[in-house]
Nanobody, 122 residues
Framework: QVQLVESGGGLVQAGGSLRLSCAASGRTFSRYNMGWFRQAPGQEREFVAGIRWSTGSTEYADSVKGRFTISRDNAKNTLYLQMNSLKAEDTAVYYC???????????????WGQGTQVTVSS
């Protein structure tokens, strides 16, 4: 079992930055593939960024490439999402997710956090 708790959301002006954190319980965090997803009102949840435990490789949605950076600190059992040059369209609830079995960046994730709200004012 893995429990995930996001933090770091808030209200920011367009062009600003935020760093989201996702604290994970469990001793095997380092062996989980992790992802950030977001869901805006009236829209489906979408993949934002991911990082694989085995290779350290990362992937980003086209809409956030060059602006967002995903990283992890295995010693702290924490996943991060650095978000720069924020736009109004980045407004959403952001979720972190974890899976031990890789099935693609948008594949099945077994554990989800409760989400943190990010609001970007234009």
């Amino acid at each position: 079992q893995v429990q995930l708790v996001e933090s770091g959301g808030g209200l920011v002006q367009a062009g600003g930055s935020l760093r989201l954190s996702c604290a994970a319980s469990g001793r095997t965090f380092s062996r989980y593939n992790m992802g950030w997803f977001r869901q805006a009102p009236g829209q489906e949840r979408e993949f934002v960024a991911g990082i694989r435990w085995s290779t350290g490789s990362t992937e980003y949605a086209d809409s956030v490439k060059g602006r967002f950076t995903i990283s992890r600190d295995n010693a702290k059992n924490t996943l991060y999402l650095q978000m720069n040059s924020l736009k109004a369209e980045d407004t959403a609830v952001y979720y972190c997710a974890a899976t031990a079995i890789w099935s693609g960046w948008t594949g099945k994730y077994d554990y989800w956090g409760q989400g943190t709200q990010v609001t970007v004012s234009s």
